[in-house]
Every structure is written in structure tokens, then in C-alpha cells.
């Protein structure tokens, strides 16, 4: 389907203005396309990784490896989605933006200041492009979606200790609520 401004009117769930790549820990959820359960199975409260699970767990790993201003918290791969905590340190170093293709459109193009503000959304970017490359080369499927287009994030305030604490307890129990 051809995108059409006057037809599709996506709004970001982002926070309006707020700097995506300011130092802080975003506690970051990504969910398969149709929500398939693609990554393994929960036995006993525990999640069991199949090969693409493996895979999923591997590209988030891995993170840290291509951004070197993100380090990783606690995470946990469920079958139909993944639980994380990015946290973005130091200064700012966005590199190369992968966008779509321009559509005509009314508003300006990205100014750099607006690219600046990315880094969240290019790291999690980054991730489901790797992460599904590889699944769909092992499921011989080529171009199909393995996450859905979006993501949700929450940014986890400094100020409050008890905040990041409660994120962990809920990714750590989080297969221990799976029915």
C-alpha cells in the first residue's frame, strides 16, 4: 500500500520533544508481528529458547557492540516478546540514520537537532533489522515481518530507585506470569 498523508495519519507514541538520546535507562518492550510465538516456549516459569529465541537473545547481546554509548540491564525473551532496559550513557554519537524513503510531504525534512533525538529508536531499529534477517534466513522466509512496526518504551526517571527496581522484578517474574 502506497503511503498517503491524507489517508494515514500515524501518530508516535513518543514523548513530544524529549531527547531519545540523552543519557537515561528506557525500559523497552518489542513484540512479534501478529504476536507468533516464534522465540520458544515457558516450562516450569521458565522461558526455553528455540534457535530463533537463541538468535533474538544473541542480537540484543550484541547491542553494545555497534552503540558503544548503550549498555544493557536486565532483559528477558518471552515467546512473542522481548523485555529490556536500554541505558544510554555519555555524549551523543547517533551515526547513520536509517530512514524509510522521503514521502512528499508538507512538514520540512529531519533537521539534525530531530535526528539527534533518535538514538532509542535507531538502536531498537538496528536490533529488529539483525535480529530478523537472521530468523527469517533459518525459516527460509526471506522479507517476511518477525516484529511489528512499533515498540513500547518507558523512560525509567533517575530520581527514582524504586522505579528501576519494580522494572526488574517485572521482567524477572515476567515468565512466571506467561499463561
Excluded at 518492550?29 to 530463533?52: A, S, Y
Excluded at 530531530?114 to 539483525?130: A, D, E, S, V
Aim: hydrophobic share 30%; proline share 7%; aromatic share 8%.
Amino acid at each position: 500500500m502506497k503511503y498517503n498523508p491524507e489517508e494515514h495519519h500515524r501518530q508516535s507514541i513518543r514523548l513530544k520533544d524529549y531527547d531519545y538520546s540523552q543519557p537515561g535507562a528506557y525500559f523497552v518492550t518489542i513484540c512479534t508481528q501478529n504476536q507468533e510465538c516464534l522465540f520458544g516456549k515457558i516450562v516450569d516459569g521458565k522461558m526455553v529458547l528455540n534457535e530463533c529465541g537463541k538468535i533474538t537473545k544473541q542480537c540484543w547481546l550484541d547491542i553494545p557492540n555497534h552503540y558503544s554509548n548503550a549498555e544493557l540491564d536486565e532483559f528477558v525473551i518471552m515467546p512473542n516478546h522481548i523485555h529490556g532496559i536500554i541505558i544510554i550513557v555519555g555524549g551523543i554519537n547517533v551515526g547513520a540514520i536509517h530512514e524509510s524513503p522521503q514521502h512528499e510531504s508538507p512538514l520540512p525534512p529531519h533537521s539534525t537537532i530531530t535526528r539527534r533525538k533518535m538514538l532509542l529508536p535507531k538502536i531498537i531499529g538496528f536490533y529488529k533489522m539483525n535480529s530478523a534477517k537472521q530468523i527469517n534466513q533459518i525459516r527460509h522466509m526471506p522479507g517476511t515481518p518477525v516484529w511489528q512496526r512499533n515498540y513500547y518504551e518507558h523512560i525509567i526517571r533517575n530520581e527514582n530507585e524504586n522505579e528501576l527496581n519494580r522494572v526488574h522484578k517485572y521482567i524477572i517474574n515476567n515468565p512466571l506470569q506467561w499463561q
